[in-house]
Protein backbone atom coordinates (compact mmCIF):
# COMPACT_ATOMS: atom_id res chain seq x y z
CA UNK A 1 0.00 0.00 0.00
CA UNK A 2 1.04 3.77 -0.79
CA UNK A 3 -0.60 6.65 1.27
CA UNK A 4 -0.57 10.04 -0.57
CA UNK A 5 -1.05 13.38 1.32
CA UNK A 6 -1.47 16.24 -0.46
CA UNK A 7 -0.84 20.06 0.74
CA UNK A 8 -0.32 23.79 -0.50
CA UNK A 9 -4.15 24.31 -1.41
CA UNK A 10 -5.56 27.73 -0.90
CA UNK A 11 -7.50 30.93 -2.22
CA UNK A 12 -5.51 32.92 -4.71
CA UNK A 13 -6.21 35.30 -7.10
CA UNK A 14 -6.52 35.08 -11.14
CA UNK A 15 -3.43 35.16 -12.63
CA UNK A 16 -1.55 33.88 -9.34
CA UNK A 17 0.36 30.85 -8.40
CA UNK A 18 0.34 27.73 -6.54
CA UNK A 19 2.36 24.37 -5.49
CA UNK A 20 0.92 21.52 -4.87
CA UNK A 21 3.19 18.83 -2.99
CA UNK A 22 2.57 15.08 -2.30
CA UNK A 23 4.04 13.37 0.33
CA UNK A 24 4.19 9.69 0.02
CA UNK A 25 4.76 6.42 2.33
CA UNK A 26 7.22 3.94 1.79
CA UNK A 27 10.42 3.74 0.24
CA UNK A 28 8.94 2.03 -3.15
CA UNK A 29 7.45 5.59 -4.82
CA UNK A 30 9.63 5.16 -8.00
CA UNK A 31 7.37 1.91 -8.82
CA UNK A 32 4.65 3.92 -9.56
CA UNK A 33 2.94 6.63 -12.36
CA UNK A 34 1.91 9.65 -10.78
CA UNK A 35 -0.59 12.23 -11.46
CA UNK A 36 -3.40 14.67 -10.55
CA UNK A 37 -6.84 14.74 -10.70
CA UNK A 38 -8.89 17.85 -10.09
CA UNK A 39 -12.74 17.95 -8.82
CA UNK A 40 -14.80 21.29 -9.57
CA UNK A 41 -18.08 21.42 -7.22
CA UNK A 42 -20.64 19.53 -8.67
CA UNK A 43 -18.57 18.33 -12.00
CA UNK A 44 -16.75 14.97 -12.62
CA UNK A 45 -13.72 14.57 -11.76
CA UNK A 46 -11.18 15.61 -14.85
CA UNK A 47 -7.85 14.21 -15.22
CA UNK A 48 -4.76 17.37 -15.42
CA UNK A 49 -0.97 15.86 -15.25
CA UNK A 50 0.65 13.00 -14.95
CA UNK A 51 4.22 12.03 -14.97
CA UNK A 52 6.13 8.79 -15.68
CA UNK A 53 8.29 6.85 -13.30
CA UNK A 54 11.40 7.72 -14.64
CA UNK A 55 10.12 11.83 -15.25
CA UNK A 56 10.62 10.98 -19.12
CA UNK A 57 7.42 11.78 -20.01
CA UNK A 58 4.85 14.13 -18.97
CA UNK A 59 1.05 14.83 -20.32
CA UNK A 60 -1.35 17.13 -19.38
CA UNK A 61 -4.71 18.33 -20.40
CA UNK A 62 -4.96 21.09 -22.82
CA UNK A 63 -6.45 23.52 -20.65
CA UNK A 64 -3.68 23.96 -18.57
CA UNK A 65 -0.42 23.21 -21.11
CA UNK A 66 2.20 26.25 -20.76
CA UNK A 67 0.75 26.71 -17.09
CA UNK A 68 0.77 23.83 -15.18
CA UNK A 69 4.24 21.70 -14.59
CA UNK A 70 4.15 18.05 -12.94
CA UNK A 71 7.54 16.84 -11.03
CA UNK A 72 8.67 14.55 -9.02
CA UNK A 73 11.62 13.43 -7.03
CA UNK A 74 12.14 9.75 -6.48
CA UNK A 75 14.91 10.32 -3.72
CA UNK A 76 12.30 12.55 -1.53
CA UNK A 77 9.31 10.29 -2.35
CA UNK A 78 7.65 13.28 -3.67
CA UNK A 79 5.40 14.59 -6.57
CA UNK A 80 4.21 18.28 -7.35
CA UNK A 81 2.06 19.96 -8.94
CA UNK A 82 3.22 23.77 -9.84
CA UNK A 83 0.42 25.92 -11.00
CA UNK A 84 1.04 29.56 -12.78
CA UNK A 85 -1.52 32.07 -14.32
CA UNK A 86 -4.44 30.24 -12.59
CA UNK A 87 -8.04 30.92 -13.72
CA UNK A 88 -11.50 30.69 -12.10
CA UNK A 89 -12.18 27.31 -14.28
CA UNK A 90 -9.37 26.05 -12.18
CA UNK A 91 -11.28 25.88 -9.08
CA UNK A 92 -11.57 22.27 -7.59
CA UNK A 93 -9.79 20.00 -5.02
CA UNK A 94 -7.26 18.40 -6.40
CA UNK A 95 -5.77 14.93 -6.03
CA UNK A 96 -2.61 13.46 -6.39
CA UNK A 97 -2.99 10.26 -7.43
CA UNK A 98 -0.60 7.16 -7.92
CA UNK A 99 -0.42 4.10 -10.47
CA UNK A 100 1.08 0.90 -10.85
CA UNK A 101 0.02 0.46 -14.45
CA UNK A 102 3.20 -0.70 -16.45
CA UNK A 103 3.54 1.77 -18.88
CA UNK A 104 3.09 5.11 -19.41
CA UNK A 105 0.45 5.37 -22.44
CA UNK A 106 -3.09 7.23 -23.10
CA UNK A 107 -4.42 5.07 -19.87
CA UNK A 108 -3.29 8.05 -17.45
CA UNK A 109 -5.76 10.21 -18.24
CA UNK A 110 -8.23 7.55 -16.95
CA UNK A 111 -9.14 7.15 -13.14
CA UNK A 112 -9.74 3.73 -13.12
CA UNK A 113 -5.87 3.23 -14.15
CA UNK A 114 -4.44 4.61 -10.72
CA UNK A 115 -4.39 2.35 -7.46
CA UNK A 116 -4.04 5.14 -4.45
CA UNK A 117 -5.67 8.61 -3.97
CA UNK A 118 -5.05 11.31 -1.87
CA UNK A 119 -8.02 12.99 0.55
CA UNK A 120 -6.95 16.39 -1.87
CA UNK A 121 -6.53 20.21 -1.28
CA UNK A 122 -8.95 22.60 -1.93
CA UNK A 123 -7.56 25.39 -4.97
CA UNK A 124 -9.60 28.60 -5.39
CA UNK A 125 -8.92 30.95 -7.95
CA UNK A 126 -11.08 34.33 -7.41
CA UNK A 127 -11.64 36.25 -9.84
Known amino acids: QVQLVESGGGLVQAGGSLRLSCATS????????MGWFRQAPGKEREFVAAISRSRTYTTYIDSVKGRFTISRDNAKNTASLQMNNLKPEDTAVYYC????????????????????WGQGTQVTVSS
Open 97 to 116: VASQAPVFARTVHSARTYDY
Open 26 to 33: GRTFNKYI
